[in-house]
């Protein structure tokens, strides 16, 4: 499935996850397939909990500047997998000089609870892109302004051709931490299919 910002980027996600609406999410048809393959209390009760989790990261990725965001729930042995991958917008303030890296350091604050918190800022080489920064680790994430939760990261930042100060952050989160390196390497795999299209 591609997610598609008319006149800038494609990317492409898993036929099986939901190209989130940004403007009025409803997740009625996958609370409706999750809940249809929960057994018990326990289980509905998770579901239902995860739900509300990813209103509140879909909520906190609108107001932080998201243009397009998709994910999945599903069904993982007796838990649920999550997964998200959103598209942010960032243009750096006039007179601010900062390196891809500098900024890269700027976008996500490291966890520092539960022996999590390691963080690596690397580059990437993205096919027809070239070499761009990315954050790789774990971090806390508000959902509201209560509550945040430790989330395994992936940020890659890529400059808008032309527009010196201005980037598209693709962003995948998950608060699976048990699967880190798996989600890892489909994130990466989501973010390699970025392509700019049309004008940007």
């Given at each position: 499935?591609t997610?598609?910002?008319?006149?800038?980027?494609?990317?492409?996600?898993?036929d099986?996850w939901?190209?989130?609406?940004l403007a009025?999410?409803?997740f009625?048809?996958?609370?409706?397939q999750?809940m249809?393959?929960m057994?018990?209390?326990?289980?509905?009760?998770?579901?239902?909990?995860?739900?509300?989790?990813?209103?509140?990261?879909?909520?906190?990725?609108?107001r932080?500047?998201?243009v397009?965001?998709?994910?999945?729930?599903?069904?993982?042995g007796?838990?649920?997998?999550?997964?998200f991958?959103?598209?942010?917008?960032?243009?750096m303030?006039?007179?601010?000089d900062?390196?891809l890296?500098?900024?890269?350091?700027?976008?996500?604050?490291p966890a520092?609870?539960?022996?999590?918190?390691?963080?690596?800022?690397?580059s990437?080489?993205?096919?027809g892109?070239g070499?761009?920064a990315?954050i790789?680790?774990?971090?806390?994430v508000?959902?509201?302004?209560e509550t945040?939760?430790v989330?395994?990261?992936?940020?890659?930042i890529i400059p808008?051709?032309g527009?010196?100060g201005?980037?598209?952050?693709?962003?995948g989160?998950?608060p699976n931490?048990?699967l880190t390196?798996p989600?890892?390497?489909?994130f990466?795999?989501?973010?390699?299919?970025?392509?700019?299209?049309g004008?940007?």
């Amino acid at each position: 499935m591609t997610m598609t910002a008319p006149g800038s980027f494609t990317i492409e996600v898993p036929d099986t996850w939901i190209d989130y609406d940004l403007a009025n999410q409803d997740f009625a048809r996958q609370r409706q397939q999750i809940m249809a393959a929960m057994s018990t209390r326990e289980q509905r009760s998770a579901a239902e909990d995860a739900i509300r989790q990813a209103r509140r990261l879909l909520r906190a990725a609108r107001r932080q500047g998201a243009v397009s965001a998709a994910g999945m729930i599903a069904r993982d042995g007796d838990g649920l997998l999550m997964a998200f991958v959103a598209v942010f917008g960032v243009t750096m303030p006039d007179g601010v000089d900062m390196s891809l890296t500098e900024l890269a350091g700027q976008l996500a604050r490291p966890a520092q609870t539960h022996g999590h918190g390691a963080r690596a800022v690397t580059s990437v080489v993205l096919p027809g892109i070239g070499s761009v920064a990315r954050i790789v680790g774990t971090e806390i994430v508000a959902l509201t302004d209560e509550t945040s939760a430790v989330m395994a990261a992936m940020h890659t930042i890529i400059p808008l051709p032309g527009q010196t100060g201005s980037y598209l952050v693709v962003s995948g989160m998950s608060p699976n931490l048990a699967l880190t390196e798996p989600l890892y390497d489909i994130f990466d795999a989501i973010t390699g299919t970025f392509r700019f299209v049309g004008p940007t």
